[in-house]
């Protein structure tokens, strides 16, 4: 029979997602785990075989983690809010949360962008680098001028927390989200999310299996087997969107209806004069009203929606090629490839895996 392994679990905040990810691989593997999020000292009485902790700056959690490593005993770190600590780690995947909060706003038209964060460390400038990768933003700390900046906009902010401050702010001020400000956030807390005068839109970041990949990690290295990597990183889950960004940053209501059929209608297959039919106005009109407005023409635009959800589908869920060309409007896989290759450079497989 397995020798029952005692793992202590240090986190803080706690984190559910997390907390449930840990127990599921535990019950699998028969482990005794013990679970501390208030920390002051060491914890008398507990024989340790391995640990999975957050390790923040400021935390007495990390002054455990040290003493624990200096007895020799494995730990996975959650966290890379201190890089330079050598500890194995299990971490989401930052830099990509902020592309795909990039990606969210240029689905949505938002060109006036900006980061607002009460604090700022080496996890927030992750988020930051891969949010402004391809469009530059503004980036608040600490405090958010929204009454002076240019509107719409499009906000990402660091966590709930600071969602929830900056939405108080504006509506303080009058200022209407989501029509005026765009607000989206990251962890996906239901509680904090949904809680909001204003529900917000917020990135899974997929705590869950991260959790369980850590805990999996934990196992190789109380076996006495090195890690496959020092640094595990784990890919955002995807955006569930709510009330918060529920909104185009389009002014010209015919090109605003014309957007959102695009968008309802991708699976099938549609182009300019079935637009421009949808919207009651002629073939040319609805050219010129987007070149005008989003400063490409409408057919630029259908392919660009379809590309994107592609994208999502690619990284957010298993489906197979022929599955994605049906549901972005592409008459086949072959058809997809060429088009997608042609666009990116890449193939939609080789996207994937990178």
Known sequence: MENRKDVLVMLSPVSQPRLQGIAKFAKEHGWNLLVKDRQRAEIPGWKTDGAIATVRTGSPIVANVRRLLKRGVPVVDLTCEMPRMDVVRVTSDHVMIGRLAAEHFERHHFTSRAWFSSGWGHVHALRFKGFTEERPAAKWVGEAPVERVRRPLAVLTYDETDAACLMRKCLALGIAVPEEISILS??????????????????????????????????????????????????????????????????????????????????????????????????????????????????????????????????????TAMQIAEKCGFCSPSHLNNVFKRETGMTPRAWRQQ
């Open 186 to 319: 990251i962890g996906n807390d239901p509680v904090l999310s949904e809680l909001q005068p204003i529900p917000v839109s917020s990135i899974d970041q997929d705590l869950e299996r991260g959790g369980y990949v850590a805990a999996a990690v934990l196992y190789e290295m109380m076996e006495g087997r090195a890690p496959a990597s020092r640094h595990t990183i784990i890919p955002p889950k995807c955006i569930v969107t709510r009330k918060s960004t529920d909104t185009l940053a389009v002014d010209d209501p015919t090109v605003r209806a014309a957007v959102l059929f695009i968008r309802s209608n991708l699976s099938r297959s549609i182009g300019a004069a079935q637009v421009a039919e949808h919207v009651g106005v002629s073939r040319s009109r609805i050219d010129k009203l987007f070149s005008a407005t989003l400063g490409r023409p409408i057919g630029e635009e259908i392919l660009r929606q379809r590309l994107a959800h592609v994208k999502t589908l690619l990284r957010n869920s298993e489906l």
